[in-house]
């Protein structure tokens, strides 16, 4: 009973310290992703992206590395610009991901009306870039 007892304990522990982790490592990831989205660094955010990387309803996934390359700026400055959104924006935690929701283009200050989310999934080899969506289609 008690060598069950010390397990229990110590995978609870091992839960608590991967769950720190997780979030730490998803706070250095979202530095360096930022950031590279910011100076537009296309080879660090695509060595960032899961792929497939998810799209809105009716847009094709993005398949590649060549692909991300290729339809950079759809992605990160189509309907929001990406660049101005990450400077202040706030991760949340949703379901084990994380997201950041960004304005349109045309209203950058409009932080009630953000429905352009980015998805971040954690990997196995790390946290990702995992999809683009517009919540209101």
Known sequence: MTRVRIWLIGVSIALVVQSASAQTDFSA???KFSSAVIT???AT???MTKFPTSMPYGVKAVKTKSDLLRRYDEIFNGEANAARCFKNAEPRKESGRYEIYCPFKATPNDKENAPIRFVFELTKSGWK???LDNINE
């Open 40 to 42: 537009g660094d296309k």
């Open 129 to 131: 870039f995992a999809g």
């Open 45 to 47: 955010v695509s060595e």
């Open 29 to 31: 990831f979202w530095k």
